[in-house]
């Protein structure tokens, strides 16, 4: 069954720094992955898709992530924080086996951006 | 264009009675999901619909969840006798076609006293 991990439930940067929230993912076929974002009192917006084009997958407000196979990571980052990044981010995983896209998400990591 | 839309924002009820949350997808889109968020277990998936029918069901938590689909459009999410632990954000997400990106609705916070 396809799982995901998200390490670290809380993450600060500073403004201009380097932004890195870490997923991990299982899966026993070749997976979909997702990262969105959710700002307080909204619903979860898509930041970019990972579906088996280029590994180094680029999205939304200068975000972007790698898939890597051999370590069944797809973590996201961003080279310089803005103080408009704070919220949570949510990676996922698809679980297409019943031919749909069926979103397996992780814990969630909420990312705070301090001046 | 319109997105995803979904009612009431918030609902705060009593232990015991039924609950009727709505969604209206974006306008095409033939698939449509349910999902619960809470704080004890985060995300969840609920209901799969394409169209009409819910091929998938797998994800609601007991008998007294139930979800239909109208018209290929408006879907109601219902929670008979309510319990505590039904508290929490239920999300609504709709996709063109059944393997495309899903986009969310603000969702519907759901209290229950």
């Known amino acids: 069954a396809q799982s995901v991990t998200q390490l670290g439930s809380h993450v600060s940067v500073s403004e201009g720094a380097l932004v890195l929230l870490r997923c991990n993912y299982s899966?026993?076929?070749?997976?979909?992955l997702f990262w969105y974002v959710q700002y307080p009192n909204q619903g979860l917006q898509l930041l970019l898709k990972?579906?088996?084009?280029?590994?180094l997958v680029k999205g939304i407000n200068g975000f972007e992530a790698e898939f890597k196979k051999s370590e069944t990571s797809f973590h996201l980052t961003k080279p310089s924080a803005h103080m408009s990044d704070a919220a949570e981010y949510f990676c996922?995983?698809?679980?297409?086996?019943?031919?749909?896209?069926?979103?397996?998400f992780g814990a969630g990591t909420r990312l705070a951006v301090h001046p | 264009g319109a997105g995803v839309s979904q009612s009431p924002s918030n609902k705060v009820t009593e232990k015991g009675k039924d609950v009727e949350l709505r969604c209206d997808p974006i306008?095409?889109?033939?698939?449509l999901y349910w999902y619960r968020q809470s704080l004890g277990q985060g995300l969840e998936f609920l209901i799969y619909?394409?169209?009409?029918?819910?091929?998938?069901k797998s994800g609601l938590p007991s008998d007294r969840f139930s979800a239909e689909r109208t018209g290929g459009s408006v879907s109601t999410l219902t929670i008979q006798r309510t319990q505590q632990e039904d508290s929490a954000v239920y999300l609504c997400?709709?996709?063109?076609?059944?393997?495309?990106?899903?986009?969310f609705g603000p969702g519907t916070r759901l209290l229950v006293l």
């Open positions: 306008s095409g889109h033939t698939a």
């Open positions: 990972y579906t088996s084009a280029a590994t």
């Open positions: 899966s026993s076929v070749p997976p979909y």
């Open positions: 997400a709709s996709s063109l076609l059944i393997q495309e990106t899903q986009y």
């Open positions: 996922a995983v698809s679980d297409q086996r019943g031919g749909y896209n069926k979103l397996i």
């Open positions: 619909f394409q169209g009409n029918s819910a091929p998938d």
